[in-house]
């Protein structure tokens, strides 16, 4: 009976020390699990070649979901919104996003606004029969004067306030040229400064943040909270060019607001599919990834 005893002793020790082991390793895979989404126009060319096969391969490299760069009157790709996002679903992702905008008139005081508002009432409706969250504007024209730039913020406000209405958020991606002055004002810090936080976010594309000669987390301290979205993208597939330094973004990611991670990859050494697949495991492996980021 006392052989017995020690028995169960023993392996009640050994299950104390295993335990708390299989309890850390469980919460470090939950911990450094990330979802992941990309901007589908890293791989426009295959997209136009075969749609579905495209999507599936998205799904199988490990993305979360997807941001569209597709929409037309109404349409995604083509489809019909709950045919995109039933596309999207069946392949084991979901629609986060869409890159769509329609611009103002070349002097913004010429816009006709009931058809401006027409086409906003359409597209607002689309994405969000497609299941999307959020609308993005990819682009806007560069202004020449700060009475244009603020007419374009007073517009974001009025756009995002409709999306808000719907239950949709709408935000604006930049690229390199917001970062050039206006009049002795710098683009994007006025856009920043001029727009509702409550009506517009900004989803910070930092590779060209840093063409723009900007850092990105200089915007993330002095404007905290603004930038809902990151693009993590490089000069070609991600952490190959050295320009971007990603693990000062991810160490300060707090600052930021950023609530989703959207790869986008527009130059390649490789294939497209490679380029996306390495994005993804880039972001996968990287320590300080996994330390500092959880969705």
Request: net charge negative; charged share 25%.
């Amino acid at each position: 009976m006392k052989k017995y005893s020690l028995l169960s002793i023993a392996i009640l020790l050994v299950g104390l020390m295993v335990f708390p082991a299989c309890t850390q390793q469980k919460a470090e895979e939950t911990k450094t699990k990330k979802d992941i989404y990309l901007q589908l126009y890293s791989l426009r060319d295959d997209i136009k070649a075969n749609y579905q096969a495209t999507i599936d391969s998205v799904a199988q490299f490990g993305y979360t979901g997807v941001e569209a760069a597709g929409y037309n009157d109404g349409q995604f790709y083509g489809m019909a919104p709950a045919d995109f996002k039933k596309s999207i679903e069946d392949a084991g992702m979901e629609v986060l996003s869409s890159h769509t905008a329609r611009p103002l008139a070349d002097n913004p005081g010429d816009t006709n606004w009931d058809e401006v508002w027409a086409w906003w009432d359409t597209a607002i409706q689309a994405h969000k029969d497609a299941g999307m969250k959020y609308i993005v504007a990819p682009w806007m024209p560069t202004p020449t004067t700060l009475a244009d730039l603020k007419a374009y913020c007073d517009y974001y406000n009025q756009i995002g306030e409709k999306c808000n209405a719907a239950g949709l958020r709408f935000g604006y991606h930049n690229h390199n040229f917001e970062f050039k002055e206006i009049e002795g004002e710098l683009m994007y810090d006025y856009m920043l400064n001029n727009t509702d936080p409550d009506k517009v976010f900004y989803q910070m594309d930092v590779y060209w943040v840093v063409e723009g000669g900007k850092d990105p987390v200089a915007y993330f301290n002095n404007f905290p909270g603004r930038f809902e979205q990151l693009h993590i993208k490089d000069e070609t597939e991600l952490g190959r060019s050295g320009k971007v330094n990603f693990e000062n973004i991810f160490n300060n990611i707090d600052n930021s607001g950023a609530k989703y991670l959207i790869v986008e990859v527009e130059k390649y050494t490789g294939t497209p599919f490679e380029g996306v697949r390495e994005s993804y495991n880039y972001l996968g492996d990287a320590d300080y990834v996994k330390n500092s980021y959880s969705k």
